[in-house]
């Protein structure tokens, strides 16, 4: 059972572009991390949100966390082609532990 | 820079072989894990250790095992592969539970004849 279900799965947008990425469960998280994945690598890690309601920027990516902490969004302002990858969201689902589930990913194209 | 490295990228074995997946961590990380990485699957956990010699089961820990007998090393044993264990691994360490980071070696990718 895949409690984390990320849409849309693939995203193909032109340079400049605004697009949201969601990450959505029925069950509460006590955090939640975005990561992003470029090809041949390994993921790294963009963003953790802990509170509900909580919302981060890094450069033009803003995350928010619901506020009941069963979802989040990734939102990108004017994409750059250094914007493609694939990006995971991954949540704990309660305090102090140490696995996470991944969501199943959103793989964004960024065309110039 | 924090490293963690995976001995093999790639590596072609036949189906009854044993396999070995070997990742090493240069950050002193209590936590260190192995998960699988399947298309529109996302990331799915095998196993991970939270100290040395310590090991739990993730969500999908059938047809694996794992030694972690150092600090900084973290193997994954596949006792005899099978097709359906072709698929990207990537191993992970973290300081330790809830909030940290998880940083991820740059995968070996398995195929399994």
């Not at chain 1, 949100?49 to 803003?62: I, P, Y």
């Not at chain 2, 090493?24 to 100290?51: A, C, K, T």
């Not at chain 2, 969500?59 to 698929?87: C, M, W």
């Amino acid at each position: 059972t895949q409690l984390l279900e990320q849409s849309p799965q693939f995203l193909s947008i032109q340079e400049g572009e605004n697009l949201t990425v969601y990450c959505n469960s029925s069950s509460v998280f006590s955090s939640l991390q975005w990561y992003r994945q470029e090809p041949g690598e390994g993921p790294v890690l963009l963003v953790t949100v802990v509170t509900g309601g909580e919302v981060k920027k890094l450069k033009r990516l803003t995350f928010q966390f619901g506020d009941a902490r069963k979802d989040s969004s990734l939102h990108i302002t004017a994409a750059q082609p250094g914007d493609t990858g694939l990006y995971l969201c991954a949540g704990a689902r309660t305090s102090g532990t140490y696995k996470y589930i991944f969501g199943t990913g959103t793989r964004l194209k960024v065309l110039a | 820079d924090v490293k963690v490295t995976q001995s093999s990228r790639y590596l072609v074995k036949r189906t009854g072989e044993k396999v070995f997946l070997e990742c090493v961590q240069d950050m002193d990380h209590e936590n260190m894990f192995w998960y699988r990485q399947d298309p529109g699957l996302g990331l799915r956990l095998i196993y991970f250790s939270y100290d040395v010699k310590m090991k739990e089961k993730g969500d999908i820990p059938e047809g694996y095992s794992v030694s972690r007998e150092k600090k900084e090393r973290f193997s994954l044993i596949l006792e005899s592969a099978s097709t359906n264990q072709t698929s990207m691994y990537l191993c992970a360490s973290r300081t330790g539970p809830n909030t940290g980071e998880l940083f991820f070696g740059e995968g070996s990718r398995l195929t399994v004849l």
